[in-house]
Nanobody
Framework: QVQLIESGGGLVQAGGSLRLSCAASGRTGSIYSMGWFRQHLEREREFVIGCNWSGINWSGGSTNYSDSVKGRFTISRDNAKHTVYLQMNSLKPEDTAVYYC?????????????????WGQGTQVTVSS
């Protein structure tokens, strides 16, 4: 099993920035992708951004973005800490949602939530206008 612990949500004004963190623990050698989804009130969970890597040392890899966040959000990782970060810049009110960290045992960066194996508890991001 893999556990994902998120942190870093909060309230920010439009145009501001936030950074979310997601630390993986447990069988981290079994996962090859991590990413972020978000869920607005009364809407389905949607893919935001993800990254993958090869090997148990989390080396190399690629990134996939939702069109709605390209140029504003970036994902990075600290391989030694098994942690990924979501840097969100130029935030808009429509970015307001609960953000979920996810991980999967394969390297394909699927956008469907059903293809991801592990989930964090979610963290609220609120962007005021």
């Amino acid at each position: 099993q893999v556990q994902l612990i998120e942190s870093g949500g909060g309230l920010v004004q439009a145009g501001g920035s936030l950074r979310l963190s997601c630390a993986a623990s447990g069988r981290t050698g079994s996962i090859y992708s991590m990413g972020w989804f978000r869920q607005h009130l009364e809407r389905e969970r949607e893919f935001v951004i993800g990254c993958n890597w090869s090997g148990i040392n989390w080396s190399g890899g690629s990134t996939n973005y939702s069109d709605s966040v390209k140029g504003r959000f970036t994902i990075s990782r600290d391989n030694a800490k098994h942690t990924v970060y979501l840097q969100m810049n130029s935030l808009k009110p429509e970015d307001t949602a609960v953000y979920y960290c996810a991980a999967r045992t394969g390297s394909n960066l699927y956008t469907s939530p059903s293809r991801w194996n592990y989930w964090g508890q979610g963290t609220q991001v609120t962007v005021s206008s």
